[in-house]
């Protein structure tokens, strides 16, 4: 299978973005600038203010993403939390909270240093300790981690060693160990705070970072203040001092057309979950900024669980893989947002294997091997059948995880499917009950968008250990791949710090879940913020593309 070059974009960073926004922002139009002697007439940056968020997210049930883990929490927690590694210009992983860390010949210690004189905004200062209570807490079942969770779960041991290094004693080697720990799901957090009950932390985490929760009104907004002492641990990044923002008010606006109209009449000054349609308009309008900032790890990929009847049949994945039109649907949904994928991987991973050969939509290859698998009747509305029962899929969806115009690309994708005889059952769900519907196994299809710093990705989704439940509850290897040789790859990738051997592993392993028709690539996971020219220097994110405000303000 032919490997197919690709142009990874770079992930977008922390200072990168920062100066292109600052850029972008001064071209963005006229409204809201300031009279003569105003600083933000020329560009610069002046404070005060509170930024309104509008988020079409899934309110988290925990502030803390160390319960769980998911998108919407980091969302949040980059306002207000850090972590130990970062991303740089180039996408590199480079120390932020650490200073560095050192693995030793084997690969199963590393040394892991910290900065000095950083403190949480609870006034107890970041140590060793504090890092080692971190991780405890991931591992703890009680907090029910899932993210966090699998990526410190080859942490055996710590040993303090002073107040500003912590010995990491492994069980095996990860590769992946730094790319953990650049993700806000593995953010380290006041321990004198974790200490709290766990309603109390989910309440108001306390970190490091430049905003503090003050309050939470559920199912309608967080408030972020600013945090007065800040400052970031890496100097030249950004500027030296507190956040411009005085403050932030997070609201939860599930409607994407109500969220829309809020940002055109400037009651919100930022939103997410931006509608293809809309992402048009704004290009064309000059009034509404764009940030778009794919998201690393996986591809946004459709997943076949090859667990039960009828996936559990290789000619049947790849029959329902040919039979589908995903590149009409993409075309006339996304309006040039969103570009077709035939990788597991996101665009931004460089060690991403990509074939679009396998994914070519075959009406007569489709059916074929449908015959070929016994699936050889119809009945009467034209769906195949075998022993007396339809072949029928169902596919439940988080509505709020897909936007609207990929719930429609799924209506179009069970028009096409049932060309070939397929009945595909679309069951749209919201967040909890997709979450009880998975856990059940109950699906045979599903969309399960998953961010991930790096390639390791992968053993998170394809690793046959992942078929079993984190102690949130939550599994990720929704595909069910279990595979040996499968398995030892992934293992072997991940225990080599050899980058061109840890290349030829992904991109085996990768081959093995194309090939199979496991997956059903999409697009990269959809991150498109759009914002009022008010709001100036937007473009800073995490690790994980999710934006952060510390040099963010508010044009007078």
């Known amino acids: 299978m032919p490997v197919v070059p690709r142009s990874a974009r770079p ?41 309104v968020y509008a ?43 650490a200073s560095g860390a050192e693995p030793s010949e084997d690969g199963l210690t590393w040394t892991l240093k910290l900065r000095e ?39 055996k041991t710590m040993d303090v060693v002073d107040d500003t290094t912590l010995r990491l004693n492994l069980s095996s080697p990860d590769s992946a ?54 400052t970031p641990p890496v100097q030249g990044v950004g500027h030296d001092g507190p956040a411009y923002l005085e403050g932030i008010t997070w609201k939860f606006i599930p409607e994407a057309a109500t969220r829309y109209a809020a940002l055109q009449s400037g009651t919100v000054d930022i939103i997410d979950n931006a509608q293809p349609d809309t992402i048009k308009a704004a290009g064309t309008s000059g009034a509404i900024g764009h940030l778009d900032a794919p998201r690393p790890g996986a591809s946004n990929r459709i997943e076949l669980n090859s667990s039960k009847a009828p996936f559990n049949d290789a000619k049947v994945r790849e029959a329902f893989i040919r039979a589908v039109n995903v590149d009409d649907g993409i075309s006339s949904l996304f309006f040039d947002t969103a570009q077709r ?58 509505t709020n995880q897909s936007v609207p115009a990929e719930q429609s690309l799924f209506q179009q994708l069970q028009a096409t499917a049932k060309e070939a005889g397929f009945e595909v059952k679309l069951n749209l769900l919201d967040l909890s009950s997709w979450y009880g519907v998975l856990g059940e196994n109950q699906y045979n299809l599903v969309s399960a968008p998953y961010t991930k710093v790096g390639p390791d990705v992968l053993r998170t989704l394809f690793h046959s250990s992942n078929t079993v439940p984190a102690p949130s509850g939550y599994f990720s290897n929704h595909a069910q791949v279990k595979d040996q040789k499968l398995d030892s790859l992934l293992d072997a990738a ?21 090939g199979g028709y496991y997956i059903l690539p999409l697009y990269d996971q959809q991150n498109h913020f759009l914002y009022g020219t008010k709001l100036q220097g937007v473009g800073a994110t995490t690790a994980v593309a999710s934006p952060t405000f510390h040099d963010t303000w508010l044009k007078n």
């Open 494 to 514: 991940n225990a080599t710090t050899d980058q061109q051997e840890r290349q030829d592993k992904y991109t085996q392993a990768q081959q093995i879940v194309l």
């Open 341 to 398: 994928s035939y990788s597991a991987l996101s665009s931004v991973e460089p060690m991403g294997y990509s074939d679009p050969s396998l994914f070519g939509r075959d009406l007569d290859a489709a059916n074929r091997l449908l015959d070929e698998a016994g699936w050889q009747q119809r009945d009467a509305d034209g769906y195949r059948v075998k022993d007396g029962k339809r072949l029928s899929l169902a596919f439940p969806v988080s």
């Open 11 to 51: 992930a977008t960073t922390v200072a990168g973005l920062l100066a292109a926004s600052l850029l972008l922002a001064g071209c963005a139009g006229s409204a809201g600038s300031g009279g003569a002697g105003d600083p933000s007439a020329a560009g610069e940056p002046v404070s005060g203010g509170t930024m």
């Open 117 to 155: 004189g950083i403190t949480f905004t609870d006034g107890s200062a970041l140590d060793a300790a504090t890092v080692k209570a971190n991780i405890l807490h991931l591992q703890d079942p009680d907090t029910a981690s899932s993210t966090g969770y699998l990526a410190v779960a080859k942490i």
């Open 177 to 230: 160990l730094l790319e953990s720990f650049s993700m806000p799901w593995v953010a380290i957090e006041s321990a004198q705070a974790l200490k709290r009950s766990q309603a109390e932390n989910c309440a108001s985490p306390v970190g490091t970072g430049p905003f503090t929760v003050t309050k939470w009104t559920k199912q309608d907004s967080v408030e972020l203040t600013r945090n007065e002492d800040y």
């Open 55 to 97: 988020s079409g997210d899934a309110e988290p049930t925990c502030l803390d993403p160390h319960v769980g883990g998911n998108y919407p929490q980091a969302l949040l927690a980059g306002q207000y939390l850090e972590t130990l590694y970062t991303k740089d210009d180039d996408g590199k992983i480079v120390p932020w909270l």
